[in-house]
């Protein structure tokens, strides 16, 4: 481990002067910090730390039938697929005789959110250990009725067998409390040499129904008796319902009944259409008061580093600060506020039937979000059921928690029937909580050798996770009669970090200083966007890390690999130089240009470099991707296409974030509320060809890569599009005009 | 009450005439596979094929449909006996949250059922409508050649033949 020195975490306290160490976080933003007091050795591995019962995770039947469960939701990432690869090898039983299932409250761990890349580390580990001991114990059991030692048994295809020829079945062999056992430290794990079912391309289970109209989503769900409900939300943040006459719009054909409470306003109707027209004439009758003072669009900047109140942490001091080389430069980056924007709007269904509350949910969190519902409604949690259900991609905090709650809301009013909540576009753009806006001030210096003798890096940056929480964190609670208050934000706290999410660098400098201001006000709805802090910190280092070089006259890939001592760092960042054909010198085509970038998420998760080759059309200004090269490594690889297929969406989301996007606002309201206000990158951008190359790790554990490529994509292009132009543009998006001006100037 | 041919079926469909075709196809005749994005013809996810062309379902009304014949993904075939196009989607494996993928190879098909060998440039543009969050394009790109080539290959399957214009 190359981890640098990171200093304990300090709250700067305005005006005193004083240094506290400040620890102050609640239990609530447990799934986006891993940094707890440390537990009690010995240490049980992922999450069965946390549920460290065998049958948490592993359950088989009489019949032979077995099941993996996961506390983690399935957004599209495969990773059920993955979890089921990894039971099926431990186990040495057949990857289709076995099924999983997967975040729900009645029947699955608590793992908090599925987020921060932690689903094959968390729970892909406990998966991994419990198919093992679980095996073990079936050997025991069979050594124990064949009166043979356990070294001389052996397991294939769901059964023990003997030397002699003698099988016993795992259905068989277990008995009701044979698996409900707490986990060992460690586990007898299969020799990855002998892997048949791990680190194959197995194709995903939830594929073949979603490419025939299967059931596949919670939009999906037909429950008998179900009705459709739209929710009316107000203008703008912090509008005052002022009156509406809900009677005329109850009076329309198939409504069923209007919701009110304070400014929470909701329509119910037999039929879907008709849910949509009765929410045009809601819509129209309800008259607002608006006060909402949103900054100014143009002067992000400004707001970030100076006018929003900031506390500052010190999150690393490593030699002379005040040291310096013989070449200083300095530069600030930013980054605007940026939609998650879910292709599908969120979507929930709710019933309430005798005091007991269920609802169908693409929620990250079930047992968060059952919390913050169930206080929402006054009901004891063990009320409240929440089953995940697949929705659209999500890309961290997006509706589908308020969405969640708007149709509990709903559901309590018309007890007995299943509610179905669908966002419109409109709303899913205009409420979802966003990307945090961001700035950058780098500052470093190059000496007499041509390498950094000096960094100073410093952030501003709201919170990356308003996720719940308490109900405060849910719109629903927050428009009722009697309101939930928005909770205090918080800073995630590293070594993962939020807005100093790799602020710290991986790289080796004598002298380095990073500070991360925290901004604890949120003119803006925000929260946890793939990647959070790290997609704005790694496109300004590694975008710096070229000014730098380009300073010392060296090529990008070696000013690297020279302040890069981590080996499995310099293995992708040489792999991927290697794979594109990178050289020094190198002098692309007229009108094109390369960039290079690499981060480790986090500092300790997966490795990510990416090489790409960038058009830039002088007269227009639009910059085009033509090519990406990456390489990747996420430790032991257990489906190699779905870790390619993540890192290919990695490039060309961060490409559409990078060139195209930003959440854009009036005094009032936002603006950026459907697909005209808030371009995505469309087929005509899409590049000629993306190669990602995995560098496997056989036996180590799993690091997560659901957000690795984000910072490197981004920097990768910025640095393609210095190249191509000879000119450097920091701030995000990198538009059209932007680079037009930048050409121009 | 009009009547509405979906996937080679006449159904009795009692809506209004504004309501747009999505509505009808999900509420009334329970098919998941035209799905909501936006309700704005902005995403393609909900596109269907009508009379041989890609329609996005959330802004086509019921009134523009007497007569027509409407054929949605799940008229292609079934995850046991998939037409080309969806045995190429699950052979490059060409989805990750698969929200936009239904609309995605509703306007494929419809391409490759009036052009059977597009270049890259002509897929491109003809799915330009559509949106894709997850960043699965190179996959879905893959994907519809791979269609191109399976369909070259084997005979008609009979829902492509029923979808035919």
């Excluded at chain 1, 939020?498 to 991360?516: E, K, L, M, Q, S």
């Amino acid at each position: 481990m190359n981890a640098p020195v990171i200093l304990d975490r300090r709250r700067l306290l305005k005006g005193s002067g004083a240094l506290v160490v400040s620890f102050s976080l609640s239990s609530a933003f447990a799934q986006d910090q891993t940094t707890q007091a440390p537990p009690p050795a010995p240490k049980l591995p992922g999450s069965l730390e946390k549920s460290p019962y065998l049958d948490s995770w592993i359950r088989i039947d009489a019949d032979g039938s077995i099941t993996a469960f996961t506390g983690k939701a399935e957004l599209g990432q495969g990773f059920k697929t993955a979890f089921q690869q990894i039971a099926a090898e431990q186990l040495d039983v057949p990857f289709a005789s076995l099924k999983v299932i997967t975040a729900d409250t009645k029947l699955t761990a608590n793992e908090g959110y599925t987020a921060g890349s932690h689903s094959l580390q968390d729970s892909g580990t406990a998966i991994l250990n419990a198919a093992a001991q679980a095996r073990q114990l079936l050997i025991a059991e069979a050594a124990k009725r064949l009166e043979l030692p356990a070294e001389n048994l052996r397991t294939e295809n769901g059964a023990v067998i003997a030397p002699d020829g003698r099988k016993l079945s795992y259905g068989e062999l277990v008995a009701t409390e044979m698996l409900h056992v707490q986990a060992q430290p460690t586990s007898k794990l299969k020799d990855p040499t002998t892997f048949k079912v791990m680190g194959q391309p197995v194709p995903r289970v939830d594929i073949p129904a979603k490419v025939t109209g299967g059931v596949a989503y919670v939009q999906d769900l037909r429950l008998p008796g179900m009705v459709h409900a739209r929710v009316l939300r107000p203008p703008s943040y912090g509008a005052e319902l002022m009156e509406c006459d809900t009677a005329a719009v109850e009076k329309l054909p198939d409504v069923v009944k209007v919701v009110r409470d304070g400014n929470f306003l909701a329509v119910v109707a037999k039929k879907e259409f008709q849910a949509v027209k009765a929410l045009s004439a809601l819509s129209a009758a309800a008259k607002w008061k608006e006060t909402a003072q949103l900054p100014k669009q143009d002067d992000l900047l400004a707001v970030l580093t100076t006018k929003l109140p900031s506390e500052d942490f010190v999150i690393l001091q490593r030699g002379n600060a005040s040291a310096t080389g013989q070449k200083t430069i300095e530069a600030t980056y930013t980054r605007p506020y940026q939609s998650h924007g879910s292709i599908g709007p969120s979507c929930a269904v709710a019933q309430f039937i005798d005091g007991a509350m269920t609802v169908w949910t693409h929620t990250q969190g079930v047992y968060p979000d059952r919390a913050a519902i169930a206080e929402m409604l006054h009901m004891p949690p063990q009320s409240v059921r929440l089953i995940h259900t697949e929705g659209s991609g999500c890309y961290g905090h997006n509706g589908a928690d308020d969405a969640a709650a708007d149709a509990a809301l709903i559901a309590r009013a018309l007890p007995g029937a299943p509610v179905r909540v669908q966002w419109t576009r409109e709303q899913e753009h205009g409420w979802e909580p966003y990307g945090p806006a961001m700035a950058t001030k780098l500052k470093a210096s190059i000496g007499d050798d041509g390498k950094i003798v000096d960094w100073s890096f410093a952030v501003w940056s709201n919170t990356h996770s308003m996720r719940p929480g308490g109900a405060g964190s849910l719109l629903a609670a927050q428009h009722m009669e009697k309101p939930f208050a928005v909770p205090p934000a918080k800073p995630l706290p590293l070594p993962e970090g939020g807005g100093d999410r790799n602020a710290i660098p991986i790289y080796t400098f004598p002298n380095a200083h990073v500070t991360h201001h925290f901004l604890p006000d949120m003119p803006i709805r925000i929260s946890a966007m793939r990647g959070l802090g790290a997609y704005h910190n790694v496109f300004s280092i590694e975008s710096f890390m070229d000014e730098l070089a380009a300073l010392a006259g060296t090529d990008p890939v070696e000013f690297r690999l020279k302040h890069l001592d981590d080996p499995r760092g310099r293995d992708v960042v040489e792999k991927a130089a290697q794979e594109f054909g990178w050289h020094t010198g190198q002098q692309a085509p007229a009108g094109r240009g390369y960039g290079f970038a690499f981060a480790r998420y986090k500092n300790l998760a997966a490795y990510c470099a990416i090489a790409s080759e960038v058009e830039v059309n002088r007269e227009t200004g639009r910059a085009r991707l033509v090519r990406a090269v990456a390489a990747v490594d996420s430790g032991q690889v257990v489906n190699p296409d779905g870790l390619t297929n993540q890192i290919e969406g990695a490039i060309v989301q961060s490409t559409s974030w990078t060139l195209y996007e930003r959440v854009t606002f009036d005094e009032r309201r936002i603006t950026s509320i459907d697909w005209q206000t808030y371009p995505i990158l469309r087929f005509d951008a899409v590049p000629e060809k993306i190669d990602v190359h995995i560098i496997n790790r056989p036996g180590q554990p799993f690091l997560g890569s659901g957000e690795t490529g984000q910072g490197p994509a981004a920097a990768s292009l910025a640095n393609g599009i210095a190249n191509a132009t000879g000119k450097r543009l920091r701030d995000l998006p990198l538009t059209r005009k932007r680079i037009k001006d930048a050409i121009d100037a | 009450m009009m009547t509405l041919k979906v996937n080679g079926q006449d159904h009795q469909i009692d809506a209004e005439p504004d309501t747009p075709l999505l509505y009808v196809l999900r509420d009334d005749l329970k098919l998941n596979a035209a799905k909501f994005g936006c309700g704005l013809g902005q995403c393609g996810s909900c596109t269907v094929i009508v009379d041989g062309k890609a329609v996005l379902s959330c802004v086509t009304p019921m009134v523009l449909l007497e007569g027509k014949q409407v054929t949605t993904l799940e008229g292609l075939g079934t995850v046991s006996a998939p037409s080309p196009i969806q045995r190429a989607f699950m052979e490059e494996q060409a989805a990750q949250c698969g929200y936009c993928i239904a609309g995605m190879m509703m306007r494929a098909q419809a391409l490759l059922q009036r052009n059977p060998k597009p270049t890259d440039e002509q897929i491109r543009a003809e799915l330009a409508p559509h949106l894709c969050r997850c960043g699965t394009h190179m996959r879905i790109l893959r994907a519809v050649h791979r269609a191109s080539h399976l369909m070259d290959t084997a005979a008609l399957s009979p829902a492509d033949k029923r979808s035919a214009p």
